[in-house]
């Protein structure tokens, strides 16, 4: 019988974006449908397949990203639809990679529903970049998110600090710039599109706290000291202010979390 780590490695293991998409939509829907009974144990890949293009290539090699017009709009655009399809493949990760937890139904609910997300996003950035006649693959892309999923593979608590609580929560405070900046250029069409993305990453951020949460009550750890010394050790680079206060707090992320993490 096929079981949902079955299926989380099926996706991770699909490198044509469309197909990726596709698979995640369907199996997410078999899910919710309650089709899918097992967990299972199947192992993630270390890497999810990835088609050969774009390039990848290191962070301080990347153009820098831009809202302003014509190719500097398609440079931002197909940077943000890289990170939406490195996080399809982060959703499946965390179904399968922390199955040996046992931890509750509630758990893969989440997962699979951030994929799903992840996928919508995905694919409305890339109809975007086709009205502007550029596609996904274009342009090199950086490795960046893959590369912190790679460093918190062993630890549930590392994984949630870092991907939800750290970068993606990063998301919700750059969002409401980037927006002003594409609507100010008169941008409106991609403006409405990371509008709607950052709104529903509030969710995954939320996920990403309940989860943390849980574990470190499991564990008996205190969750604020513990993600300060798991950003510490498992991340590169800093927290830093501006926070968007307002959709961090919809997310149920306590204010100690980033204050005590952060360099200001
Ligand atoms: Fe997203
Ligand atoms: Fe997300």
């Not at 990170?83 to 609910?109: M, S, T």
């Not at 892309?141 to 918190?152: F, I, K």
């Not at 991907?163 to 250029?185: F, H, I, Q, S």
Request: proline letters at 7%; hydrophobic letters at 40%.
């Amino acid at each position: 019988m096929t079981s949902l780590t079955d299926l989380a490695c099926e996706v991770l293991n699909t490198a044509k974006p469309s197909e990726k998409v596709r698979l995640t939509y369907r199996y997410a829907q078999m899910w919710r449908a309650g089709e899918i009974s097992e967990i299972g144990d199947r192992t993630p890949p270390h890497r999810p397949a990835r088609p050969a293009n774009p390039v990848l290539c290191s962070p301080g090699d990347m153009p820098k990203r831009s809202t302003g017009g014509g190719k500097r709009r398609i440079n931002l655009i197909h940077a943000i639809a890289h990170i939406e399809l490195n996080a399809i493949d982060l959703g499946w990760d965390a179904v399968a990679r922390f199955a040996p937890l046992n931890l509750p139904k509630a758990f893969y609910d989440d997962w699979v529903q951030v994929a799903e997300d992840e996928a919508r996003h995905f694919e409305m950035l890339e109809k975007r970049l086709h009205e502007l006649d550029a596609a996904y693959g274009d342009l090199p892309a950086h490795d960046g998110l893959w590369e912190a999923a790679m460093n918190t593979a062993d630890d549930v608590l590392a994984r949630m600090a870092v991907a939800p609580m750290l970068l993606e929560a990063r998301g919700l405070d750059t969002t409401p710039g980037t927006v002003k900046r594409l609507r100010a250029n008169g941008d409106h069409a991609t403006a409405d599109i990371m509008e709607q993305i950052g709104d529903e990453e509030i969710s995954h951020v939320a996920a990403g706290v309940r989860w943390f949460e849980h574990v470190c009550a499991q564990r008996q750890l205190d969750p604020v000291p513990t993600f300060k010394n798991l950003v510490v050790t498992r991340f590169k680079g800093q927290i830093k202010p501006p926070f968007n206060t307002q959709a961090r707090d919809q997310a149920a992320m306590a204010p100690a979390y980033y204050l005590t993490a952060a360099k200001t």
